[in-house]
């Protein structure tokens, strides 16, 4: 009787584009798909208080920053080949028409709004970001409704192969934040909060 050798099933690695190509056919309509290392992640449904949250978040952050600046909501952020982690906010110097051929590959600033994606976005999420050179990362818990703030990335001692954002701080509602890019301005991150 012969042996047969069953193979293993294969992990598939998606890239950026391959992933932006299938959203882009409405495959993931509905959805909140994002890549992180060629893996497909989601999010889950949106509840009400993330909806809103996310929108308190993008209108703080308007009157903060100059026509010269882009805040793009939920778009791909393709920081590398194979991730593209769909930032909830993000800000990117240009117009909308500077990313009609190309999604942008860094921001200025990104924000994450995590009811129950706070472990991912702290870690997963914090190292893609920091690998791209984002220079200023918030993460705001709704859920405890705290602010983190990570800042100042940097590689990770050699042969770790990673980046790190050396400054991590924590805030509350009563606290003021000013983003790096508009030092000049601040936003009381109770405001972000419903």
Same mark, same amino acid.
């Given at each position: 009787?012969?042996?047969?050798?069953?193979?293993?099933?294969?992990?598939?690695?998606?890239?950026?584009?391959?992933?932006? !190509?299938?959203? @882009? *056919?409405?495959?993931?309509?509905?959805?909140?798909?994002?890549?992180?290392?060629?893996?497909?992640?989601?999010? @889950?449904?949106?509840?009400?208080?993330? !909806?809103?949250?996310?929108?308190?978040?993008?209108? +703080?952050?308007?009157?903060?920053?100059?026509?010269?600046?882009?805040?793009?909501?939920? *778009?791909?952020?393709?920081?590398?080949?194979?991730?593209?982690?769909?930032?909830?906010?993000?800000?990117?110097? @240009?117009?909308?028409?500077?990313?009609?051929?190309?999604?942008?590959?860094?921001?200025?600033?990104?924000?994450?709004?995590?009811?129950?994606?706070?472990?991912?976005?702290?870690?997963?999420?914090?190292?893609?970001?920091?690998? /791209?050179?984002?220079?200023?990362?918030?993460?705001?818990?709704?859920?405890?409704?705290?602010?983190?703030?990570?800042?100042?990335? /940097?590689?990770?001692? +050699?042969?770790? @192969?990673?980046?790190?954002?050396?400054?991590?701080?924590?805030?509350?509602?009563?606290?003021?934040?000013?983003?790096? +890019?508009?030092?000049?301005?601040?936003?009381?991150?109770?405001?972000?909060?419903?």
């Amino acid at each position: 009787m012969p042996t047969y050798i069953t193979p293993r099933p294969l992990l598939v690695r998606w890239t950026a584009e391959q992933f932006n !190509a299938v959203c @882009g *056919m409405g495959w993931f309509e509905g959805r909140r798909p994002f890549l992180l290392d060629g893996v497909m992640w989601e999010k @889950g449904p949106m509840s009400p208080t993330y !909806a809103c949250t996310l929108g308190l978040v993008t209108d +703080a952050l308007r009157p903060l920053f100059s026509k010269s600046w882009l805040i793009r909501q939920q *778009m791909p952020l393709t920081v590398d080949e194979y991730n593209d982690p769909v930032p909830d906010v993000g800000v990117v110097r @240009g117009e909308p028409r500077d990313f009609s051929d190309e999604h942008p590959s860094t921001a200025v600033m990104v924000i994450e709004v995590a009811d129950t994606s706070l472990q991912i976005d702290l870690t997963e999420k914090a190292e893609r970001y920091a690998t /791209a050179g984002v220079a200023d990362y918030w993460v705001l818990d709704v859920v405890n409704r705290e602010l983190y703030v990570l800042r100042d990335p /940097a590689p990770l001692p +050699a042969g770790l @192969g990673a980046t790190a954002d050396r400054d991590q701080k924590k805030f509350t509602t009563s606290d003021r934040v000013s983003p790096l +890019a508009a030092p000049h301005a601040s936003v009381l991150v109770g405001d972000l909060l419903p």
